[in-house]
Every structure is written in structure tokens, then in C-alpha cells.
């Protein structure tokens, strides 16, 4: 199994290339990788909350899955650490639907012999965006106003995982 390429090959948000083939099982993808987000909703949903903290893109980009679902797990269990599971409403609002091919090549010595170079390279799939746009929501929290410090210190420490800079909004729900 080969290594996982960095995050910034896939930052840049660009139009999905669709390849037209004589060939008809050439031009579509056949298999969609698995996603790796495991929950999107986590939390007591039914619970009214007043205040609520979004993790917002400053750029456009492509987020993958992995990164998403790594901001996930660290952001919900400092949740739970600090404030308790039924205290907070923590939601991803970034749907990772585009998916990610590459065109694998080898490198070294008498590598040259093996490859294939660039007369197909259409790649495979080996992962799942999410393409975000400027202003958009990537993480959403629901508290009270005990849990808001917390929320926004387990917000802050997601923001390393995601490749584009983001900014962290409180906002007073009315109801």
C-alpha cells in the first residue's frame, strides 16, 4: 500500500475533468472510495442551545476526508472531555463529494521500465473532497453558555488539520 500524498496537492479547487472515451468503460469512474467521516451529527440534537460557534473557510479550497474526519474526532472529544456529550450540538457542514484520482508513478532506479508515464492518465480514485468556497461553514457547535469556552477552544484545535485558514464566529441564537 503506498503512502498518503500531503494535504496541499489536493488544496487547489478545480473543475472535475470528465474524459470522453471511444472506449465506454474508459470515461466514467467505476468505483467511489469509501468515505472516512464516520458521523456527520454529534451531540444531543433535540436540546436548545443559545449560543452556536462555526468554524469558517477564509479561502477556497478542497478538504479531504481524512481531514475532516481528523477534526472531527479531536474536536468532539474535548467536547465530551470538557462539557459532557449532552451538553453540546457539534455538526460538519462540509460534504466531501468530489472525488480525488492520481496518476500513480514510480520513482528510482529501473523504475522507467515499469510505469506507463502520461498516455493514461486519467488516474485512479483514491479519495473524497469537499470543495469549500470563501465564508462557507465547515464545522458548526451548539452550547450554552458554560460550554463556550470550551467549544471554541476544541474549535480552535481543529484548525490545523484543514489546508486553509479559518476563522471561529460566536453567534447568540434567538428563540
Not at 443559545?50 to 468532539?76: C, D, F, G, M, V
Not at 470543495?131 to 470550551?150: F, H
Request: one cysteine or more; aromatic letters at 8%.
Amino acid at each position: 500500500m503506498g503512502t498518503l500524498r500531503k494535504g496541499k496537492c489536493y488544496k487547489k479547487l478545480v473543475r472535475a475533468y470528465t474524459r470522453k472515451s471511444k472506449v465506454k468503460s474508459k470515461s466514467y469512474i467505476k468505483t467511489l472510495p469509501a468515505n472516512k467521516i464516520v458521523r456527520y451529527e454529534m451531540g444531543d440534537p433535540k436540546k436548545k442551545f443559545k449560543y452556536e460557534i462555526n468554524l469558517i473557510s477564509k479561502e477556497k479550497a478542497q478538504i479531504r476526508h481524512n481531514a475532516i474526519e481528523s477534526a472531527r474526532q479531536i474536536t468532539n472529544r474535548r467536547l465530551q472531555l470538557k462539557i459532557g456529550i449532552a451538553n453540546y450540538f457539534f455538526q460538519i457542514k462540509a460534504y466531501p463529494h468530489h472525488i480525488l484520482r492520481e496518476n500513480r508513478m514510480l520513482s528510482g532506479a529501473h523504475a522507467d521500465r515499469l510505469q506507463t508515464g502520461m498516455s493514461h492518465a486519467f488516474g485512479k480514485p483514491m479519495g473524497l473532497a469537499a470543495q469549500i468556497k470563501k465564508g462557507k461553514k465547515i464545522l458548526t457547535l451548539k452550547v450554552d453558555y458554560a460550554g463556550l469556552e470550551a467549544g471554541k477552544e476544541a474549535l480552535k484545535l481543529s484548525i490545523p488539520r484543514f489546508p486553509v485558514k479559518c476563522l471561529i464566529e460566536v453567534k447568540k441564537i434567538d428563540s
